[in-house]
T-cell receptor, first 114, second 114 residues
């Protein structure tokens, strides 16, 4: 079955880079996503990567995918206090069936210290 | 822009009581979802509705029922609440079941069952 794992906590200083890591087990994953959850709010899509890509960059965000090792990372450059949140990795399931449901990791809480 | 609206925000139930969580979206999305979020476990899919008139079970459907009342509204019902259903419930919607249809989340309902 599918399983997505993340470390629970990361603390960085403002201005440093943050790297949040994720491992997944479903080799048939087609898309992998990063969502951000701020306190008291729902999840917001940050970025996604297609499984045939190695890297995707979007402003301060860089997503790296190592499909061989089933490892996904999110790098946030010049981390700001507003980046403090919980970050969820998610993978798509069974695209051939037409079903659309994501498997989420348990989330990584990013704390940015001024 | 309201997006996805969930009511209530907070609820306390006694074991055995029933209640319905309401969700409405104003983005004309076809697909809607109910997830629960538990500490250290990420989000788990309870039920989803690919389009108006259809519903399907997700990963953890036991103890829940859903109704897709119309295109806008998707409700989640607990017929006989149990302490194991203490959780934060999120409703989400997407334009379709396609893998590039990002999920838009509501702000959640925090439910405690005593």
């Amino acid at each position: 079955g599918e399983d997505v794992e993340q470390s629970l906590f990361l603390s960085v200083r403002e201005g440093d880079s943050s790297v949040i890591n994720c491992t997944y087990t479903d080799s048939s994953s087609t898309y992998l996503y990063w969502y951000k959850q701020e306190p008291g709010a729902g999840l917001q899509l940050l970025t996604y990567i297609f499984s045939n890509m190695d890297m995707k960059q979007d402003q301060r965000l860089t997503v790296l995918l190592n499909k061989k090792d089933k490892h996904l990372s999110l790098r946030i450059a010049d981390t700001q206090t507003g980046d403090s949140a919980i970050y969820f990795c998610a993978e798509s399931m069974s695209p051939d069936t037409g079903r659309r449901a994501l498997t989420f990791g348990s989330g990584t809480r990013l704390q940015v210290q001024p | 822009n309201a997006g996805v609206t969930q009511t209530p925000k907070f609820q306390v139930l006694k074991t055995g009581q029933s209640m319905t969580l309401q969700c409405a979206q104003d983005m004309n999305h076809n697909s809607m979802y109910w997830y629960r979020q538990d500490p250290g476990m990420g989000l788990r899919l309870i039920y989803y509705s690919a389009s108006e008139g259809t519903t399907d079970k997700g990963e953890v459907p036991n103890g829940y029922n859903v109704s897709r009342l119309n295109k806008r509204e998707f409700s989640l019902r607990l017929e006989s609440a149990a302490p194991s259903q203490t959780s934060v419930y999120f409703c989400a919607s997407s334009a379709g079941l396609g893998l590039l249809s990002p999920l838009h989340f509501g702000n959640g309902t925090r439910l405690t069952v005593t």
